[in-house]
T-cell receptor, first 113, second 111 residues
Framework: DAGITQSPRYKITETGRQVTLMCHQTWSHSYMFWYRQDLGHGLRLIYYSAAADITDKGEVPDGYVVSRSKTENFPLTLESATRSQTSVYFC????????????FGPGTRLTVT | DAKTTQPNSMESNEEEPVHLPCNHSTISGTDYIHWYRQLPSQGPEYVIHGLTSNVNNRMASLAIAEDRKSSTLILHRATLRDAAVYYCTLGGSSNTGKLIFGQGTTLQVKP
């Protein structure tokens, strides 16, 4: 499918478990981003990546790990999930040459019990 | 990172213009002003952006104050499909395109 996709769309996991959220884009965009959105709040940046093998922290990186071995994929891993990480997670991408317009995926709703 | 301030909610009647304000008094000289909107149960979508001059596109217009400390998103004729949360964000100064989102304005459109 063309565009930006996230999987799974819904996930329930237990406290302490490791979980990985996947993000895939087909545009070969240089930049990719992970945000979380808690109920009734705006989006907060977790991590971002300027290119393959280049990542950097956003506003709320604690408890998360990212990698970017391929341009099109940007997985987000919660190494030991906590209840406070229950949220909706959005992935986004941006072309390195466009003027900063980001394209967002449909989101993954994660519940940590 | 510079922050934005928006009203929590606004109401509009269908087919009337809507002016959504945003304050960003600490904006830096190289920050672009971006607007995104988020429909229920969807990811945000880009609406418009600008640096200094007013901007128009098929979705909306962006009016930027001369001192750049505030901006207004203008929907010329609101429709029921425009009911969403509208986010004013700043970004671009470090060339990462990193955006810092505020709380946004929930727009209700009444028929």
């Amino acid at each position: 499918d063309a565009g930006i996709t996230q999987s799974p769309r819904y996930k329930i996991t237990e406290t302490g478990r490791q979980v990985t959220l996947m993000c895939h884009q087909t545009w070969s965009h240089s930049y990719m981003f992970w945000y979380r959105q808690d109920l009734g709040h705006g989006l907060r940046l977790i991590y971002y990546s300027a290119a393959a093998d280049i990542t950097d922290k956003g506003e709320v990186p604690d408890g998360y790990v990212v990698s970017r071995s391929k341009t099109e994929n940007f997985p987000l891993t919660l190494e030991s999930a906590t209840r406070s990480q229950t949220s909706v997670y959005f992935c986004a991408s941006r072309s390195g040459t466009s003027s900063y317009e980001q394209y967002f995926g449909p989101g993954t709703r994660l519940t940590v019990t | 990172d510079a922050k934005t301030t928006q009203p929590n909610s606004m109401e509009s009647n269908e087919e009337e213009p809507v002016h959504l304000p945003c304050n960003h008094s600490t904006i830096s000289g190289t920050d672009y002003i971006h607007w995104y909107r988020q429909l229920p149960s969807q990811g945000p979508e880009y609406v418009i952006h600008g640096l200094t001059s007013n901007v128009n596109n098929r979705m909306a217009s962006l009016a930027i104050a001369e001192d750049r400390k505030s901006s207004t998103l203008i929907l010329h004729r609101a429709t029921l499909r425009d009911a969403a949360v509208y986010y004013c964000t700043l970004g671009g100064s470090s060339n990462t395109g990193k955006l810092i989102f505020g709380q946004g304005t929930t727009l209700q459109v009444k028929p």
